[in-house]
């Protein structure tokens, strides 16, 4: 199977990875979409959503202020690089607004560290290029938008994976892989320095099949432009969806 054919994104979203550190280590809050409706309809996922045209200001495109560290030389204008700070300003507009419609807690716009940029296999039925933030948690009581979300749980990350292991909870492709990743850390503040230290991961997932089953494939593996070279030596960068538990492979 060739490389499928990427058709322009239907839009923006934003996701943002609340923290909080407890006795046992860091938790995430994770929010249980309505069970029969929605794109993610009974998944456990991070708040979050896609951008409004309220997101956008038209200055965004002529001046990203504050977009980038003063030591650091701006990208080109013609560059993806641009695109995407321009992009990203939006987007953090949205998170904020979205953690506070579904949640009640108040983020600052400048603690948001990017982690990753998400674009989904060309199959899915909802294309939208989705910027993943972590933050430490604001106070505050949590408070569900109703029309939204269902429930909600603190969990150490290794919990949520645990749960998803034993069928007790549903995730979805990104959130499984970004929890896989806060895995192993003692505090908030060290996730969310290596999260700043690291910079923006890139999925671009492409969806095909290993020998175990369905399988999502990210840049640097070996099957990432064809299914048939999935059980040939070489990168490996996937996620196997098959059965549960779910099996992610990184080497290079």
């Known amino acids: 199977m060739t490389h499928d054919t990427e058709p322009v994104p239907l839009g923006v979203a934003a996701t943002v990875v609340l923290l909080r550190d407890s006795s046992a280590g860091p938790e995430v809050l994770l929010l249980e979409r309505p069970r029969h409706r929605g794109s993610f309809a009974g998944a456990w996922v991070f708040p979050g959503g896609g951008v409004d045209p309220g997101d956008r200001r038209q200055a965004d495109a002529a001046a990203p202020a504050g977009s980038a560290s003063p030591a650091v030389q701006a990208p080109d204008r013609r560059s993806a690089a641009w695109a995407e700070t321009v992009e990203q300003l939006a987007a953090r507009r949205a998170a904020v607004r979205e953690v506070r419609e579904e949640t009640g807690l108040e983020v600052e716009p400048d603690s948001l560290v990017a982690t990753a940029l998400w674009v989904p296999p060309s199959s ?129």
């Open 124 to 252: 899915a039925p909802k294309r939208l290029r989705t910027w993943f933030y972590v933050t430490t948690a604001p106070p505050g009581s949590i408070a569900l938008a109703e029309d939204e979300v269902i429930d909600y749980a603190w969990l150490r990350p290794e919990a949520a994976l645990q749960r998803h292991a034993t069928a007790v909870m549903t995730l979805v492709a990104p959130t499984w892989v970004t929890l896989h990743g806060l895995q192993g850390y003692g505090t908030v503040a060290e996730i969310v320095a290596s999260a700043g230290q690291r910079g923006l991961a890139h999925y671009e997932t492409r969806l095909g099949a290993s020998e175990r089953g369905p399988a999502l494939f990210w840049a640097g593996d070996v099957a990432y432009a064809d299914d048939a070279l999935a059980e040939r030596d070489g990168g490996r960068h996937r996620l196997e969806i098959g059965q549960v538990p779910w099996v992610y492979s990184v080497r290079e």
